[in-house]
Structure formats: C-alpha cells, structure tokens
T-cell receptor
Framework: DTGVSQDPRHKITKRGQNVTFRCDPI?????LYWYRQTLGQGPEFLTY????????KSRLLSDRFSAERPKGSFSTLEIQRTEQGDSAMYLC????????????FGPGTRLLVL | DQQVKQNSPSLSVQEGRISILNCDYT??????FLWYKKYPAEGPTFLIS?????DKNEDGRFTVFLNKSAKHLSLHIVPSQPGDSAVYFC????????????????FGQGTILTVHP
C-alpha cells in the first residue's frame, strides 16, 4: 500500500508535554497539508508545504505549533506545551502540483490531552 | 465564518433508494469541489469532484451537481447501499487572487448518512 501514512495513530499525553507527529506522503506528491478535526466538525486547514517550503500557515496554528518538511518528503508536526483544547484528530494529506489533482488523506493521529 | 456549510447533520435512507447530500458555499474564489467519505477512526477517502466550470460529474453510483448561481452542490448516490453508511464531507478548493490553485481545502461540518437494509 503506497498511501499516506501517519504515526502514531493515537497519542495520550498530559497537559504541558510536547508531542510530535509524523506524516509520510505518497512518494511522488510534492504538496503536503496538515489539517485538524474536532468532534462534529470537518477538517480545518493548518499548514501547507510545497516540497520543503512551508507556504501558508493558518491562524489556527499558534506559536506552540511547528511543522517541518526538511527534505521535501516526510513531515513532522510538533505541539509544545500541549493544552486540553489541542485534543483532536490531526490529518495529513498529499497531492501532486498538477492541475485538478486530488488530496489524499492519511488515517490521522488522534491526540488526547489529559 | 463558515464558508462551506452542510446544513443536514444526518440523513437516513432505505437500501436501494437515492441518497441526496447537500452543500452550500459562500466564497466565489473556490475553483473545485470535492466529496469525501469518512469512517470513524480513519482519514477522509476521496469520492468524487467537480470543477467550477462544470455542472455535473458522474462516477458509477455517485453524481455531483453544481449550481454556481445558487452556490450549491449536491451528491447523489443511486442506489444506496448499507456500506455507504458513513460521514460525508463536502470540501471546496481555494484559488489565490491570481487564480492559481494551491489546494487548500475548506470543509463543511459533515452529514452522517445511514443506509438501512
């Protein structure tokens, strides 16, 4: 299976701890997106990479959040000093830059902050 | 500011009948619309899309209709099957001011579809 993968699938942490999630996109996809989904809502855009360049960040992405894609392949999303409001499903998606192409999502990382 | 809205939180349909899921949007800068299906504890799975220059796209049992003047789109599933039971999200893709799309999606809140045998 060469779809988008995310690790870990589940993470439980205590308030104030740092967490890091990883996303491996489909290999030929140069665009990578992070979204966050809370209960009863659709996914909300967080940030976007074209190759290794981070081209847009949502205002939802506070200073405690940082994302990287150092070699233009996998990406990491780190949350520092987690808060209970950070509890959500964090989704990664990838896409080629060709016109009309679709974003394909990974299975997500479910974060619970106690 | 909810730019993409799915006003029906849930829909219940008998197997074999048509399911119609609706979506409204407000932003004229959207250039592509997509429907995703999501099961619990999984990521969204792409179903079907439509360009803003078209009014219909069909793929097997799934058809998406776009009414640009009303800023409304709908997903028709015919015939509905119990395996179609899931949450369905409507999503719209942004273009920037220069008309170039970089792919950021705005999602609706989702509609829970239940297909009864």
């Amino acid at each position: 299976d060469t779809g988008v993968s995310q690790d870990p699938r589940h993470k439980i942490t205590k308030r104030g701890q740092n967490v890091t999630f990883r996303c491996d996109p489909i290999s030929e996809h140069n665009r990578l997106y992070w979204y966050r989904q809370t209960l009863g809502q659709g996914p909300e855009f967080l940030t976007y990479f074209q190759n290794e360049a981070q081209l847009e960040k949502s205002r939802l992405l506070s200073d405690r959040f940082s994302a990287e894609r150092p070699k233009g392949s996998f990406s990491t999303l780190e949350i520092q000093r987690t808060e209970q409001g950070d509890s959500a499903m964090y989704l990664c998606a990838s896409q080629t830059s060709m016109a009309g192409q679709t974003q394909y999502f990974g299975p997500g990382t479910r974060l619970l902050v106690l | 500011d909810q730019q993409v809205k799915q006003n029906s939180p849930s829909l219940s349909v008998q197997e074999g009948r048509i399911s119609i899921l609706n979506c409204d949007y407000t932003n004229s800068m959207f250039d592509y619309f997509l429907w995703y299906k999501k099961y619990p504890a999984e990521g969204p799975t792409f179903l079907i899309s439509i360009s803003s220059i078209k009014d219909k796209n069909e793929d097997g049992r799934f058809t998406v209709f776009l009414n640009k003047s009303a800023k409304h789109l709908s997903l028709h599933i015919v015939p509905s099957q119990p395996g179609d039971s899931a949450v369905y999200f409507c999503a719209a893709r942004h273009t920037n001011a220069g008309g170039t799309s970089y792919g950021k999606l705005t999602f609706g809140q989702g509609t829970i579809l239940t297909v009864h045998p």
